[in-house]
């Protein structure tokens, strides 16, 4: 399971374990803004009894090419209703950052003889990330079978996306109804300003 921390990756993790997988936690450290995200990963954990919690480093930071790897201005009020935003992939995206964790994932899913991994993704308020739509998740799928011994010898893995078709309020519904405690989680780009728990409760 990919945990960043987040409300999205916190929901799929809770769903996995309603469909009584045994969850072993993988967050990454790749250069983002805010610590308080890993701090919050090792908390969800927690809360969920993983049965491991890794966190590697992979510094992001080192490229940039993203406003959340760097110190540029992250955009806080981009219209999603006017097509030419819409259609605009933001700064905040960090380049091929699911690609780099699925990777990580699948390999520690090998390892551990794990054929099945979980990330948080949306396809509907992805704020345009192409790391987040079923065509990617499809494709990384058949490269897991190709790139790995387990995949040779006739394994499939399964890249599940429990949240991928709903909206965020429906991810936070969903949460409340297996009873998650949302105050637990990060995120936001800019803590500062914003309230993580008012902002859940706005959303149900």
């Given at each position: 399971?990919?945990?960043?921390?987040?409300?999205?990756?916190?929901?799929?993790?809770?769903?996995?374990?309603?469909?009584?997988?045994?969850?072993?936690?993988?967050?990454?450290?790749?250069?983002?803004?805010?610590?308080?995200?890993?701090?919050?990963?090792?908390?969800?954990a927690r809360a969920l009894g993983v049965e491991?919690?890794?966190?590697?480093?992979?510094?992001?930071?080192?490229?940039?090419?993203?406003?959340?790897?760097?110190?540029?201005?992250?955009?806080?009020?981009?219209?999603?209703?006017?097509?030419?935003?819409?259609?605009?992939?933001?700064?905040?995206?960090?380049?091929?950052?699911?690609?780099?964790?699925?990777?990580?994932?699948?390999?520690?899913?090998?390892?551990?003889?794990?054929?099945?991994?979980?990330?948080?993704?949306?396809?509907?308020?992805?704020?345009?990330?192409?790391?987040?739509?079923?065509?990617?998740?499809?494709?990384?799928?058949?490269?897991?079978?190709?790139?790995?011994?387990?995949?040779?010898?006739?394994?499939?893995?399964?890249?599940?996306?429990p949240l991928i078709s709903l909206s965020k309020?429906?991810?936070?519904?969903?949460?409340?109804?297996?009873?998650?405690?949302?105050?637990?989680?990060?995120?936001?780009?800019?803590?500062?300003?914003?309230?993580?728990?008012?902002?859940?409760?706005?959303?149900?």
């Amino acid at each position: 399971m990919l945990l960043s921390g987040g409300l999205d990756s916190y929901t799929a993790a809770a769903i996995a374990t309603r469909q009584r997988f045994s969850l072993y936690a993988l967050t990454v450290e790749y250069g983002q803004r805010h610590v308080r995200e890993v701090e919050s990963a090792r908390a969800v954990a927690r809360a969920l009894g993983v049965e491991a919690h890794k966190e590697i480093v992979v510094d992001l930071r080192a490229f940039g090419g993203s406003s959340l790897t760097s110190d540029a201005a992250v955009p806080l009020d981009r219209d999603l209703s006017a097509p030419e935003q819409a259609e605009q992939i933001p700064s905040t995206y960090v380049p091929a950052r699911n690609t780099i964790f699925l990777s990580l994932a699948l390999g520690w899913a090998e390892v551990l003889g794990a054929h099945d991994i979980v990330i948080g993704v949306n396809a509907l308020d992805y704020s345009g990330y192409p790391d987040c739509r079923p065509e990617f998740i499809s494709a990384f799928e058949h490269l897991a079978t190709v790139a790995t011994r387990a995949g040779v010898e006739g394994v499939r893995f399964r890249v599940h996306t429990p949240l991928i078709s709903l909206s965020k309020a429906e991810i936070i519904r969903r949460g409340v109804e297996l009873g998650l405690d949302y105050g637990l989680t990060h995120s936001c780009y800019d803590p500062a300003q914003v309230d993580v728990r008012a902002a859940a409760v706005t959303a149900v």
